[in-house]
């Protein structure tokens, strides 16, 4: 990373910022209702990035004070038995929001159990009825990932309004939600999107007119400096491993000496992820608490 660059988004630092303020907030609803948010995480098998994901959420949990609970199921876990566990957690209380890690393994449909979420419970924006309420312009959740690239253009006090944003990937997690996200009425959006992927035959075609690029496509190297022009702002969400290193989608050496601002990885987009996990629990324990709606 070159350090003369005053250009590079501090992803670790907004996320401390978003952990302080998170835990006035929970200061305050505990005052209120005696509750500390609890998260409930069921885990199939030990699939290394997602045992590692899990710790991470575990350890997001604790610098803000929630509860975190973890439940380990085998891999080979009968989706009945997963549903049946879900809908304990769905009842429960105590428990405030339930993710289910990614990626399930094969005997598990992935759409059941997103459908099977209570969708109050659903931190992780997962359910199509709050993907829905998105896609109208009404969440209640927005999904953890998209939500971290839209607070760090908010805190870096990038103004979308009427900007062309050309966001790189079109997953159901990531590339579309952003896009329904950058695309609202809201002061903090309004912004003009144009959604690339693997079909799109000339990336550099929309990225030379785009005043901020997202890369989430997950392919090292993909967005190079002649693909852009100087001053355009970059948020890069890829993470790939190459010789052992973490990094983006972006070749961050090049590109960061033309663009205005740019996330690095790792420090970018990731810690702040993990926070709008937190603060995703916090609007759930009070939804059904009905302090929200
Ligand atoms: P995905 O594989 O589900 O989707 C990738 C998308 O990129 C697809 O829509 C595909 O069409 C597009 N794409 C792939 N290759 C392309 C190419 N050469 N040109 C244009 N488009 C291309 O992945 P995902 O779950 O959306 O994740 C994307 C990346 O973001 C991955 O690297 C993932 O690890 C990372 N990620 C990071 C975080 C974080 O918190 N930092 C969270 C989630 C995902």
């Known amino acids: 990373m070159n350090s003369k660059n005053n250009n590079i988004i501090d992803g670790r ?3 401390n910022d978003i952990a302080g303020e998170l835990k006035i907030e929970a200061e305050k609803f505990y005052q209120l209702k005696r509750i500390k948010p609890k998260l409930s995480v069921i885990i199939l098998g030990e699939d290394p990035a997602s045992v ?8 997001s949990c604790q610098k803000v004070g929630f509860q975190f609970e973890k439940n380990n199921l085998k891999e080979n876990t009968a989706q009945e038995d997963l549903l049946k566990l879900i809908n304990l957690l769905n009842d429960n209380k105590d428990i405030h929001g339930v993710i289910v890690q990614t990626p399930l393994p094969k005997n598990i449909n992935q759409k059941v159990i997103q459908e099977s979420l209570n969708p109050d419970k659903d931190v992780d924006c997962f359910n199509p009825i709050n993907m829905g309420k998105l896609a109208l312009g009404n969440p209640d959740f927005l999904p953890c990932t998209p939500y971290a690239v839209f607070e760090i253009l908010k805190r870096e ?8 944003v050309v966001i790189i990937g079109r997953s159901s997690i990531v590339g579309k939600p952003l896009a329904l996200i950058l695309l609202l009425k809201d002061p903090n959006a309004n912004a003009t999107v144009t959604v690339c992927h693997s079909k799109t035959p000339d990336i550099s075609f929309f990225t030379k007119k785009a005043d901020i690029v997202i890369a989430a496509a997950g392919k090292a190297g993909l967005i190079r400096a002649g693909m852009l022009n100087n001053g355009t702002i970059i948020i890069d969400v890829g993470t790939n491993e190459v010789n052992g290193k973490l990094v983006g989608d972006v070749e961050f050496e090049e590109v960061a000496h033309i663009s205005k601002k740019i996330t690095p990885v790792p420090g970018g987009v990731g810690p702040v992820t993990n926070m709008m996990l937190m603060g995703n629990l916090l609007k759930a324990a009070k939804i059904q608490q009905k302090i929200l709606y």
């Open 13 to 15: 630092a907004i996320a």
């Open 157 to 164: 006090k990038i103004d979308l309004e009427g900007k062309h």
């Open 52 to 59: 590692f994901y899990v710790k991470m959420i575990e350890k």
